[in-house]
């Protein structure tokens, strides 16, 4: 099974939980790590080399911060840019059908933030749901998606843990 990570994050050297979980993954040779603001630092996407990345593996896992509800800016360009008519969707866009597509996702709010009446008054799974949609739309299925909540209470042994459980969960059986 060959997993491909989509690594979104506009200040990778100063964060916390997505550097780590990189640095668990790794540890794993069958993961191919992307990191897209590294490998774009103009923003200025390669939709070939994009598109056959994806082609290649058999599991997309987009990981990132959650910023304002959604993923930093440049995940939003690479899906309006790489997902294309007749390649990703459309009557002959079949390219990604029946590969999984997950979600590796931080956030700054602790979890019971996220359900009504809290804070943010959505759920996750509410606030995910547009991923949901373009997973729906390109044919593959989606995976319920790996959430860390509220990384500021959280002590070096805690995210050890959870990084370990983010590469279970990346690497969990298809
Ligand atoms: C521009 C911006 C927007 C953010 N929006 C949210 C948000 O909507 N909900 C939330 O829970 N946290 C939000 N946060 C907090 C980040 O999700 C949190 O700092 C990040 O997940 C920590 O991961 P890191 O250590 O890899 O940077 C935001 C942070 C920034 C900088």
Known sequence: MNVLVIAVHPHMEQSRINKRWLEELKQHRTVTIHDLYAAYPDERIDVGQE???????????????????????????????????????GSSGDKLHGKQFALAVSTGSPEEA?????????????????????????????????????????????????????????????
């Not at 930093?72 to 390649?87: A, E, F, R």
């Not at 547009?130 to 209470?153: D, E, K, R, W």
């Open 114 to 174: 996220y359900q009504a009446g809290g804070r943010n008054q959505f759920s996750m799974s509410e606030l995910l749901k547009p991923f949901q949609a373009t997973s729906n739309l390109i044919g593959t299925v989606f995976i319920p998606p790996f959430v860390l909540h509220g990384i500021h209470a959280l002590s070096e042994e805690e995210l050890s843990l959870n990084a370990k459980r983010y590469a279970d969960y990346v690497l969990q059986p298809m």
């Open 51 to 89: 598109q056959a990345r994806l082609e290649a593996c058999d599991r997309i896992v987009l990981q990132f911060p959650f910023y304002w509800y959604s993923s930093p800016p440049l995940l939003k360009k690479w899906l309006d840019d790489v997902l294309t008519y007749g390649w990703a969707y």
